[in-house]
């Protein structure tokens, strides 16, 4: 990858970060309130957790952005951390922090899934082996 896309790639990292970092009124949200009436009462916790959603998703998205800044700096930043192939720049600019290739994101989607949806063997696999 050329010096000017990598710079192009930092700037877009830093200015997604200075976005991420801005002060947030999702934290208001989640303040605990009160109210006799249970309508209000579940309104105020969809709030709730929507704001804390969101919250942990601008987080997880920082740390992810820091984390690519950090390969940047070391010189590391698109080659894909499983296969240590060069991730493609039409990747990198969609998602600016990929830390792997297409084909290795897509394993780690696919065992991150079975791993949190309780996935099982088809039945008819296990008796082939």
Known sequence: MHQSELKQF???IEQL?????RPLHAREEIVLETSA??????????NRDLAASQLELRSSRLRELRSALGRLQVRIYGVCLEC???IGVK???A???ARYCISCQELADLSWSKANAGWAPDATL???S
């Open 91 to 93: 990747r990198l600019r």
């Open 126 to 128: 296990l008796r082939r």
């Open 10 to 12: 930092q700037e877009t």
């Open 84 to 86: 240590e192939s060069e």
């Open 95 to 97: 998602v600016p922090w």
């Open 37 to 46: 009436d249970t309508i209000d009462q579940i309104g105020n916790a969809t």
């Open 17 to 21: 970060i200075a976005e991420l970092e």
